[in-house]
């Protein structure tokens, strides 16, 4: 007799929250838009940023890791999240976890380095929007104003009282990456859609 594989369907965490998304960006006619980004890949990397491992990943993946704190460098679909001054998140298409860690850990060969695919530990919002940085500021404790937190800035730390990594995008309009746990992810949607009331 044959074994039978049941396929996977893979669920996000906030596939229940797609239609209540959609409904804020429709009713706040485009002054705040939210929608989950779901399964982007992201593998996290710690290594020397002096030693040659920092390079040989940048080529590799065709990006440089960035170097000044709390930064962000993007090339295609790939985008270096900086985590700390030896640790930085990569972030790419759904999907492409395994190809991004392959190429990390060939490129690296024998220097020391941790890569560990976290894509299932967080899923992404989306806030973008001309009042985005608004609903942001109604929980996190930054300073999001365009001179402090402007395009291609990130941070680690709280919204709605939730630990996430916050991404300024530095494409025309894309707004912010909300990168939250996955155990975390449906409260903080509903604190966001609690606080997006007022822009309806």
Sequence with gaps: ??????????RSPLAHAADRLAAVT????GAVR?????????VDVRLDAKGAAAAA???ALGLQLPLEPNT???AGERTAVWLGPDEWLIVGPPGSERDLESR??????DEPVAVTDVSAQRTTLLVAGPR????LAHG??????????GADRCAQTTLGRTQIVLVARSEARAGFWVLVRSSFAGYLTDWLLDAAVEYA
């Design 132 to 135: 985005a940085r608004d609903l």
């Design 72 to 74: 962000v460098v993007r």
């Design 34 to 42: 939210l929608a989950e980004l779901p399964f982007l890949a992201q």
């Design 140 to 149: 996190c404790p930054l300073d999001l104003h365009t001179r402090a937190f």
């Design 104 to 109: 990390i850990r060939a490129a690296t060969a």
């Design 1 to 10: 007799m044959a074994d039978t594989v049941l396929p996977v369907q893979r």
């Design 26 to 29: 429709r009713d706040s006619k």
């Design 57 to 59: 990943v940048g080529l």
